[in-house]
């Protein structure tokens, strides 16, 4: 890849494409700024080289229509807090965009209206593209969490422009690579969360590269029907989707470490019903909603033997505190363990943020489902385009 370090920025406009996608309160206001501050050390470096700042995003799934309720405007918000000299304008393409960002003075900094308030960014379209590269000189590719789509900002712009990654991505790819390829180990990957499309092939890479798979939350709760494990007679689409590549799994394999207890209550949770059973124990009106005790302890011990650990999704269903439990001990003995420890993904950094632990992990990832297919080995549009 190319370095933005080689590159005499000064007086040029750098068009930087952002993951700004944060979570907003009911009353519009930023609920949680983690991804607009990995943004500011790429930020203050381009400042501090003269550079004229042209900041992109995206916000939500406004699905190409313009609704304020996805507006960037609290993002600058929290960006003239943080950074200083950051003007928003509301519009995203077209000559007055173009004058405005011509207009800079060095150090100033533009961010740009919601880019998914228009269908061709998702459509990638190529017309799109170009009218986004008119607004720089040079692109800077910041959202790693974004790499996996393959949409006009991220995959279209580097066609008409020179681009670079910026500081945030080449993290991400050198932390990532490294822990999939030359980990120190004991390696330990810990997968849990409700999105179980996500981790099928997640799950195989893992169990080639690691020494030990703690699988939580509703992808062992599929492993475990689909296995015949748990019984339920009306399974789940997820689960019907994953029969065919869970049944490939090997149950088996001492690396694949599944519940053998669980906070079971019924599936509805209509009632006030809560038990810890055994998983073979599931009745068909029931549903495992957290790890157990003794499936804790049991990952507690794994855990403490690391010397690399991976987690992405929250091993219980962590909105309600009573389901809290298996995450937050295992978080706690992830932390504790003397290993480079690496977490991401949307619930998991909330949960990390949340218990202000943010500090004790080695990395904290800024993608979800990018992280995921850099991992399982697919296709990165965002990356393959700067290289």
């Known amino acids: ?41 790429l930020l203050e470096y381009l400042r501090g080289k003269g550079a004229k700042i042209i900041l992109i995003s995206h916000l939500g799934r406004p699905g190409g229509k313009r609704d304020l309720k996805y507006s960037l405007a609290p993002v600058a918000d929290v960006l003239s807090q943080r950074f200083g000299g950051v003007r928003f304008l509301k519009k995203t393409i077209g000559s007055e965009v173009e004058t405005q960002t011509k207009s800079l003075q060095e150090g100033e ?114 492993i475990l029907v689909v296995k015949g494990i748990c019984v ?38 209509e009632e006030n019903y809560l038990r810890i059973g055994a998983v073979g124990t599931l009745r068909k009106e029931e549903d495992i909603f957290d790890i157990g005790p003794e499936t804790i302890e049991k990952f507690k011990m794994i855990i403490s ?29 992830i932390v504790a363990a003397d290993a480079f420890t690496v977490a991401g993904g949307g619930e998991t950094t909330e949960i990390i943020l949340k218990e202000k632990m943010e500090e004790k992990f080695d990395h904290v990832s800024s993608g979800g489902g990018a992280m995921l297919d850099f991992i399982a080995g697919e296709r990165m549009p965002g990356i393959e385009v700067l290289l």
């Open 1 to 41: 890849m190319n370095n933005l370090r080689d590159v005499d920025v000064k007086g040029k406009r750098v068009l930087v494409r952002c993951d700004f996608n944060v979570p907003l309160t009911e009353e519009g206001k930023v609920a949680q700024d983690f991804r607009i501050v990995q943004t500011l050390p």
């Open 109 to 222: 900094a533009l961010l740009l209206e919601n880019l998914r308030f228009f269908k061709e960014e998702e459509e990638n379209s190529l017309e799109f593209s170009q009218a986004l590269s008119r607004l720089g000189d040079i692109f800077v590719q910041e959202g790693f969490s974004v790499c996996h789509r393959e949409h006009a900002s991220v995959a279209g712009i580097p066609k008409f422009l020179p681009s670079y990654p910026g500081f945030l991505l080449e993290k991400e790819i050198s932390v990532l690579s490294w822990v999939m390829k030359s980990p120190e180990r004991p390696f330990i990957s810990i997968i849990g969360g409700v999105k179980i499309g996500d981790k099928a092939k997640l799950l195989e890479k893992l169990l080639q590269t690691s020494d030990f798979v703690l699988a939580g939350g509703k992808i062992a709760n599929s």
């Open 232 to 269: 339920r007679d009306n399974w789940t689409e997820d689960e019907l989707k994953l029969k065919d590549n869970l049944q490939n799994l090997d149950i088996a394999s001492p690396k694949l470490q599944l519940p053998v207890d669980g906070i079971i209550s019924l599936s509805s949770l």
């Open 305 to 333: 033997t690391a010397k690399t650990i991976i987690w992405n999704g929250p091993l219980g269903y962590f909105e309600r505190e009573e389901f809290q439990d298996g995450t937050l001990e295992t978080m706690k003995a």
